[in-house]
C-alpha cells in the first residue's frame, strides 16, 4: 500500500508543486524589479480563487439549490458584462420558463431573487455601460412603448394601490396582497420586467450581423415549453375526454401556468413557426421548423383551450389570406379535412361546452357564463371613473366583490375580458393608449413583414409575429389582459426585434441584407 502511494500520489504532488513553483520561478528572479509585485498578485489571485471557493461551499451548503441557481446566474453575468447579447440569448431561452413551476421563483428564500431576474438586471446594466461608449443610450427606450404603454400601467398602478385594503379578506382565501408594497411588484413591476426585455433584445439585434440567429435560442424555448406540457399530461394517465372537461381547467395549474396561458403561448409560437417555415429558405431549417410546427400543435391540443383553439384558427386563416395561392389553398384545404376527420372527439366536446346547457342561452351559453356572472355585474363600475379607472386589478375591491362573490358576481380575478378590465382599471385614456400602442406594433411588424431589405426568414418571422399578436387580441375578448402576461413571451421578443431592425433602418451593421437561398 505504501509503495502504491508513494509511485502514484507523491509523484503527482510533486508534478503539482513543480507547476506551482515554475509560475513564479522566473519573476521571482531578483533580476527582475517587478518579481515580488508579480508574485503577490498570483498569490492574491491563486488565494481569492480559494476563498471564493471556501465561500461559496458554505452557502450552498446553507441554500442548497438555490445557491447553485445564483452561482450560475452570477457566473453568467460576468460573461454578460462582456458582451450583454450574451445575457439575451439566456434571457431568450429562459423567459418563456420562468413562468412555469419547474422554474425556481426565488433563491435564498427571498422571494423575487431568480436567475431570470439577475439576468436581466445584468443585461440592463451591461447595455446601459456600452450605451455610454457609443452613445445609444438615448435610444434604447422606444417613445411609443414609455408613453403608450409603460406610463399608463405605472400611473393606474400607483391608483390601484390606495385600495389594497378594500380587498375582501374572504377572496383568495384572505387578503390577495399583504400590503401595498406587494401589490406594485405583482401588478406593476413584474409584468413591465417583460416589458424591458423587448428594448434589451432591440439593442442586441441593432449590433448584430444576423439577427436570425436570436430565432435558435427562441426555438429551444419553444421545444422546452412543449415538452413540459406533453410529458405532464403522459404521467398523469389522464384521458383525453378528462382533459376536454369543464372540471378539469385548473388541471396544467401545478405547472405555474392556466390552461388558457398556455394555449395562448403555443398559438402564439405556432404562428411565429409557421410563417418563419413559409419563409425559410434552407430545406434542414424548414424540416425543424415542420416538426416544432407539430410539437407545438400536439401541446396546444392539449391544453383544451376554446381561446386558443380559436387563435389558431384565426392564425391559419392570416396565413393564408397573406399568402393566398391555389397551391396553398389545396394543401392547406388538404390538410384541413385530414385534421378534421382524425382530430379525437374530445375536442369537438371541449369546443362544444356551454351550448345548451348550465348558462341560458345565446351569448351566454359562448361565454360559459362570463356575460351574465362577470360582465354585467361590473358594467355599473364603469361610469365610476370612466375616464382614468380605478386602478390595475380593480375588480378585486369592485362593489359586486364587496358585496360577496356568488351572489352576484363569480369569485375571479379578472374581468375575463381584456377590454372590460383596461376601462375598468385605466379607463377610457387608458384603453385608447394601450390601443394605440398594439397599432403602432401591427404597423411595425406588417412592415418589415415586406421589406425587401429583409432575409425571407425574418420576413415571415414577422409576418408571424403580427398573426400571432392579432390572434392574441382577439381572443382576449374572452379572457387574459391588455397588460404584460405569461403567454406575450414570444410576442414580446418579436417586438423588441422589431426595435433593433428599425433602428438599423432595415439592414445590418455591415451593410443591407442580402437575399440568399441559405437562412440562418
Known amino acids: 500500500m505504501s509503495l502504491v502511494l508513494e509511485r502514484r500520489v507523491f509523484p503527482g504532488l510533486a508534478v503539482l508543486w513543480r507547476r506551482c513553483a515554475a ?192 430565432l435558435a435560442p427562441a426555438l429551444v424555448s419553444t421545444w422546452v415549453m412543449v415538452s413540459i406540457v406533453v410529458v405532464f399530461v403522459l404521467l398523469s394517465g389522464a384521458s383525453l375526454k378528462e382533459l376536454a372537461s369543464s372540471e378539469s381547467r385548473e388541471f396544467l395549474s401545478p405547472l405555474g401556468m392556466h390552461a388558457n396561458e398556455l394555449g395562448r403561448l403555443y398559438a402564439c409560437a405556432y404562428a411565429l413557426l409557421l410563417f418563419t417555415w413559409a419563409g425559410a429558405k434552407s430545406p434542414g431549417l424548414r424540416l425543424v421548423l415542420l416538426a416544432s410546427i407539430g410539437l407545438v400543435v400536439v401541446a396546444l391540443v392539449l391544453t383544451f383551450s376554446r381561446g386558443a383553439f380559436l387563435s389558431f384558427i384565426l392564425v391559419n386563416v392570416l396565413f393564408l389570406l397573406w399568402r393566398r395561392n391555389a397551391k396553398t389553398l389545396f394543401l392547406f384545404g388538404l390538410l384541413a379535412v385530414c385534421v378534421l376527420f382524425f382530430l379525437p372527439g374530445a375536442v369537438y366536446d371541449r369546443v362544444m361546452t356551454g351550448f345548451g346547457r348550465g348558462f341560458g342561452s345565446g351569448s351566454n351559453m359562448i361565454s360559459a357564463g362570463r356575460v351574465e356572472f362577470i360582465w354585467l355585474p361590473l358594467l355599473p363600475e364603469l361610469p365610476k371613473s370612466p375616464i382614468f379607472g380605478h386602478g390595475l ?96 413571451a414570444f410576442l414580446w421578443l418579436a417586438i423588441g426585434m422589431m426595435y433593433g431592425q428599425r433602428a438599423n433602418g432595415g439592414q445590418r451593421p455591415n451593410g443591407p441584407i442580402r437575399e440568399s437561398g441559405r437562412s440562418a
Open 23 to 214: 509560475a513564479f520561478r522566473d519573476d521571482a528572479s531578483p533580476r527582475n524589479p517587478r518579481s515580488w509585485r508579480r508574485s503577490a498578485l498570483k498569490l492574491s489571485a491563486f488565494g481569492g480563487i480559494a476563498l471564493l471557493g471556501v465561500v461559496w461551499g458554505f452557502v450552498v451548503a446553507v441554500g442548497e439549490v438555490s445557491a447553485v441557481y445564483l452561482c450560475v446566474s452570477l457566473i453568467a453575468c460576468v460573461f454578460i458584462l462582456r458582451d450583454f447579447r450574451v445575457g439575451m440569448v439566456l434571457l431568450i431561452l429562459l423567459l418563456p420558463i420562468s413562468n412555469s413551476s419547474v422554474f425556481p421563483h426565488a433563491m435564498l428564500g427571498l422571494k423575487g431573487i431568480n436567475p431570470v431576474n439577475l439576468l436581466l438586471i445584468g443585461t440592463l446594466v451591461s447595455c446601459l455601460l456600452h450605451g455610454l461608449f457609443d452613445r445609444s443610450q438615448r435610444r434604447f427606450m422606444p417613445r411609443p412603448l414609455l408613453w403608450l404603454y409603460i406610463v399608463p400601467i405605472v400611473v393606474a398602478g400607483v391608483m390601484g394601490s390606495q385600495h389594497v385594503s378594500e380587498i375582501p379578506s374572504y377572496l383568495f382565501n384572505g387578503p390577495h396582497f399583504e400590503n401595498v408594497a406587494s401589490y406594485f411588484r405583482d401588478m406593476v413591476v413584474k409584468p413591465l420586467l417583460m416589458v424591458i426585455f423587448a428594448p434589451l433584445i432591440g439593442a442586441a439585434v441593432s449590433r448584430s450581423e444576423k439577427p436570425e440567429r436570436f
Open 393 to 488: 386589478g380593480s375588480i378585486l375591491w369592485s362593489e359586486p366583490m364587496r358585496r360577496g362573490a356568488g351572489v352576484t358576481i363569480l369569485a375571479v380575478g379578472h374581468p375575463h375580458n381584456a377590454y372590460l378590465g383596461a376601462l375598468l382599471d385605466m379607463g377610457i385614456a387608458g384603453l385608447i393608449l394601450l390601443c394605440a400602442y398594439f397599432v403602432h406594433v401591427w404597423k411595425g411588424l406588417r412592415a418589415l413583414s415586406v421589406d425587401p431589405a429583409l432575409s425571407p426568414t425574418l420576413q415571415g418571422f414577422y409576418a408571424g409575429a403580427a398573426a400571432g399578436m392579432a390572434s392574441l387580441l382577439i381572443s382576449y375578448i374572452t379572457d387574459s389582459s391588455l397588460t404584460p402576461g405569461p403567454e406575450q
